[in-house]
C-alpha cells in the first residue's frame, strides 16, 4: 500500500496499465453464443457461473438508482416542445437540463463525502419531486396568447431536477465503491432503460392514453419516491453501516460483519477458491470479497473536510482526466450535437420513408439512439472495451459523416440512417460504462469512490457544450439546404 499512499499525498498518480494476460484479476469475458471457441452449454454454464454470487436486492436498488435519476431528465426533454411552445429554442431547455448538473458534479465531489448517503437520498427527492411539481404546475403554453407565456417558473423546476440529476449521478456512482461490480453493472443498465422508459412512457401517455401534459408530469413527480424505496427498503445498508464504522474507529459487531459477508458474498468467494480453478471466479461482475472489506477500511470518516483532502482530491482529478474524463467528454460532445444539432434535418422525402410527417423523423432517431444505448450500457458481462478513446474518435466520425450528409445528400436510404443513429447509441454507452468499469479496475482503492463521482464531470459537460455547438449547427444546415431547394427542415 505505500506506493498507493505516495500516490494520494505526494504526486499526482497515475493508472496503471494492468497485465491482461498474468493478472489474475483481470476479467475473461463471456464467450458470445455461436462463437467459435464456445458452445450453448459452455455459454450457458459461464452466464451462471458469472452472475453467482449477486446479491439481488443489490442489482434491483442499482438498477431503480439509475433508472429513476435518469428518467426525469429524458421525460423533460420529451416534453420541450410542449413546455415552451414552437418559438423558443429547445436547446433553452437542454441547457437548462443539463448546466446545473454540470456545476453540481464539477463542484460537489470536494465536499459532498461530508453529507451521508441517506441525507444525500432525501435531498435529491426532495429536489426532483419539487421540479416536476413546479413544472407541471406551471401554467400550460397556450398559442398566441394576448399576455405571453412565461417559462420562467418551468426553467427553475427545470434547474432543481437537474441539480438532483447530477448529485444523484455522482453519488450512487461513489456507492458502488461499497457494492462492487454487480452493483455498478445494474446501475449501468438502468441509465440506459431511462431513455426508453422516458420517452416511450411520455410518448404513450400524451398521445396513446391521451392524458395532457399536466396530468403527465404530475405521475412524473411521483417517480422519486421509487429512489427513497429502493435506497431504504431494497438496498441492504450492512455495507455502508460496516465502511462507516471502520472509518470511525467504532467497534463492528459479529452479526454486523455477517450481514457484509452475506451481501458480499464471503461464503460463495472461499469456496470458489477452494474447490474452482481460477477462471471460474474471473469476471466483472466478481470481486473477492478481502478487496471490498480493505476498501471499507480504506473510506475516511464521512464528515472529513480539510485544506489538505481538498488539494488531494484536486490532485486525484488531474489524473483522472486523460484516462477517463476525456474520452467521455468527446463522446458526449460528438453524440450529443448529433442528436440536437444534426439529426433534425436528417431528412428525405416522406414517400422513400415510413412516415407521414416530417416531424416523425426526429422522435424516430431518438428512439433508436436510445435503443442502442440501452444495450451497450447492459452489455458489460458480456463485452468489455479497455481502449476508450476508439469508440470516442468513432463517435466523431459519425458526427463528421452524418454532417456532410446532410450537407451533401449522398445517403440513398432513410434506413441506413438508422444503422448509423443505432451505431452511434452503442458507441456512446460503450465509452459511459466501460469508463467507469476500468475505473473500478485501474483506480487504487483508497481513490476509487472520488474518481467514480469525479469522472462524472465529463458527461454532462460534453452535453453543455453539444448544446451550444447544436443550436448552431442544426441552423446553419437547414439553411444550408434551405438555399440548394431541399426545405424539409422548415416543414413539420
Given amino acids: 500500500m505505500a506506493g498507493s499512499e505516495s500516490g494520494v499525498y505526494g504526486s499526482t498518480w497515475t493508472c496503471p496499465t494492468p497485465d491482461r494476460h498474468n493478472n489474475p484479476r483481470h476479467p475473461e469475458m463471456l464467450p458470445l453464443p455461436g462463437a467459435p471457441s464456445s458452445s450453448w452449454a459452455v455459454f450457458r454454464g459461464r452466464l451462471q457461473a458469472l452472475f453467482n454470487g449477486a446479491d439481488p436486492r443489490v442489482c434491483t436498488a442499482f438498477w431503480l438508482f439509475g433508472l429513476i435519476n435518469n428518467v426525469l431528465y429524458v421525460i423533460i426533454l420529451s416534453a420541450a416542445l410542449d413546455l415552451v411552445g414552437p418559438n423558443v429554442p429547445k436547446g433553452v431547455v437542454l441547457l437548462a437540463d443539463v448546466v446545473p448538473s454540470f456545476f453540481t458534479k464539477l463542484c460537489a465531489p470536494y465536499f459532498i463525502h461530508a453529507i451521508p448517503y441517506p441525507v444525500r437520498i432525501l435531498i435529491f427527492v426532495s429536489l426532483s419531486a419539487c421540479g416536476m411539481l413546479l413544472i407541471a404546475l406551471s401554467p400550460a403554453y397556450v398559442p398566441n396568447s394576448p399576455t405571453g407565456n412565461s417559462i420562467s417558473t418551468k426553467i427553475f423546476g427545470v434547474i432543481l431536477a437537474s441539480l438532483s440529476s447530477g448529485g444523484g449521478e455522482l453519488s450512487f456512482l461513489g456507492l458502488t465503491h461499497f457494492y462492487g461490480p454487480f452493483s455498478l453493472a445494474a446501475w449501468g ?12 412512457a411520455y410518448a404513450l401517455a400524451t398521445t396513446t392514453f391521451g392524458f395532457s ?44 460483519e455477517a450481514d457484509v459477508d452475506s451481501v458480499l458474498g464471503r461464503d460463495r468467494a472461499r469456496r470458489r477458491e477452494l474447490g474452482r480453478e481460477s477462471d471460474e471466479r474471473d469476471g466483472l461482475l466478481r470481486r473477492d470479497l478481502e478487496d471490498a472489506t480493505e476498501e471499507a477500511k480504506m473510506v475516511p470518516s464521512g464528515g472529513e473536510m480539510s485544506w489538505d483532502l481538498f488539494k488531494t482530491n484536486l490532485k486525484r482529478a488531474r489524473g483522472l482526466f486523460f484516462p477517463f474524463m476525456l474520452p467521455l467528454l468527446l ?16 431528412l428525405f422525402p416522406l414517400d422513400e420513408t415510413p412516415f407521414n410527417h416530417f416531424r416523425a423523423f426526429y422522435p424516430a432517431y431518438n428512439a433508436i439512439y436510445q435503443v442502442g444505448v440501452f444495450i451497450s450500457r447492459s452489455s458489460t458481462p458480456f463485452f468489455r472495451i479497455h481502449n476508450l478513446y476508439l469508440p470516442s474518435f468513432l463517435q466523431v466520425i459519425n458526427l463528421v459523416f452524418l454532417a456532410l450528409h446532410a450537407m451533401f445528400n449522398f445517403i440513398p436510404s432513410v434506413y441506413l440512417i438508422f444503422l448509423i443513429v443505432f451505431w452511434e447509441g452503442l458507441l456512446g454507452g ?31 459537460g460534453g452535453i453543455c457544450v453539444a448544446g451550444f455547438l447544436g443550436m448552431v449547427m442544426e441552423v446553419w444546415l437547414c439553411d444550408w439546404q434551405v438555399q440548394r431547394g431541399r426545405g424539409y427542415c422548415k416543414q413539420l
Fill in 189 to 200: 443498465s438502468g441509465t440506459g432503460a431511462a431513455g426508453l422508459v422516458g420517452a416511450g
Fill in 331 to 346: 463522446v458526449y460532445i460528438a453524440e450529443y450535437t448529433i442528436n440536437q444539432g444534426v439529426s433534425p434535418t436528417l
Fill in 430 to 460: 460503450l465509452v459511459y460504462v466501460n469508463t467507469f468499469a476500468e475505473i473500478t479496475d485501474r483506480v487504487p482503492k483508497e481513490d476509487r469512490e472520488f474518481s467514480l463521482g469525479a469522472t462524472t464531470v465529463s458527461d454532462s
Fill in 213 to 256: 401534459v399536466r396530468v403527465t408530469l404530475l405521475f412524473s413527480a411521483g417517480l422519486p419516491l421509487v429512489m427513497l424505496f429502493s435506497f431504504f427498503g431494497i438496498l441492504p445498508l450492512a455495507p455502508l453501516k460496516y465502511a462507516a464504522k471502520l472509518g470511525g474507529y467504532a467497534p463492528v459487531s459479529a452479526e454486523e
